[in-house]
């Protein structure tokens, strides 16, 4: 069976950076994937902003999907300004049904940006209603209600991330090291988020883009160490110990509720 997964992120790079890897392995099993930033991200850079940079910024998703091997899309929200309104709960609802998705991803509804807050939340609200036939009716009910499932994340309160699978990705981290290569606003620029405020960045462009390339993908070694139980319960105790990268999901309350069998069955090993 032919999946098909849409996953939710703030800005342009939040998918590529929290679900990656696992695209890449589900577009390489054949699996549909689609990513969608909530806002175009016009806002992040502190040389740069406006219809420039959400252009820009637009330019480098499409490539990272390319690389991928899946669909993306940005909705023309401005950055930093994300609300969970009842028109953006229609959108949202109305992009997972005309997906016909069987996965949903997600942020945490206690992330540290609002628009990621946000992206949750609405999410989390279209749960209930993608579904519902007479919640707009100009698109087609799914048929099914999908499974939703947060990003990994560090963030204790009010409650800390809940690891329902975990998914190694060594085979894939050469795309996702690809995929922070061609995000330059965000991961290379002098004037980036990281290039400003990552400690020890090195001052010349070339050092620059290999140091916060390097710490991004080591966020997926932490995650590997982390989570090594339950690699090792996943993959068998000489592959899970083997496992270098990996990303973690864990299941929202709402929607399906897959047993462990069946959540071992919708993810990539």
């Known amino acids: 069976m032919t999946l098909r997964i849409i996953a939710f992120g703030a800005h342009p790079d939040d998918c590529e950076l929290a679900a990656g ?48 091997g899946i669909t993306t899309q940005v909705l023309d929200i401005h950055d930093g300004e994300l609300m969970p309104t009842l028109e953006n709960r229609r959108t949202i609802a109305r992009l997972i049904r005309d997906w016909q998705a069987d996965v949903v991803l997600c942020h945490r509804n206690n992330d540290y940006h609002p628009d990621h807050r946000y992206t949750g939340i609405l999410v989390e609200d279209a749960a209930v209603l993608v579904c519902a ?14 499974v939703f499932l947060y990003y990994g994340d560090d963030f204790q309160k009010p409650c800390p991330f809940e690891p329902h699978i975990v998914v190694g990705t060594d085979e894939v981290i050469d795309k996702k090291r690809g995929c922070i290569e061609l995000m330059p606003s965000q991961f290379a620029d002098k004037d980036s988020w990281l290039g ?16 916060i390339r390097e710490w991004l993908i080591d966020r997926g070694a932490a995650a590997a160490n982390k989570y090594r139980a339950q690699l090792v319960a996943r993959y068998g105790e000489a592959q899970g110990n083997a496992i270098k990268y990996a990303e973690a999901f864990e299941v929202c309350q709402y929607g399906a509720q897959p047993t462990a069998a069946e959540l071992n069955e919708l993810f990539p090993r």
Do not use: I
Request: with cysteine; proline share 9%.
């Open 133 to 146: 036939p007479f919640f707009v009716p100009d698109t087609l009910p799914c048929t099914k209600n999908p």
């Open 21 to 68: 890897g696992v695209a890449a392995k589900w577009a390489a099993a054949g699996h549909k994937v689609k990513f969608v930033a909530t806002t175009n991200g016009d806002v992040g850079h502190f040389a740069t902003a406006g219809g420039p940079l959400a252009l820009r910024r637009m330019s480098e998703v499409k490539r990272c999907a390319e690389l991928l």
């Open 196 to 211: 400003r405020y990552l400690p020890g960045v090195p001052d010349d462009d070339e050092g620059r883009k290999n140091y």
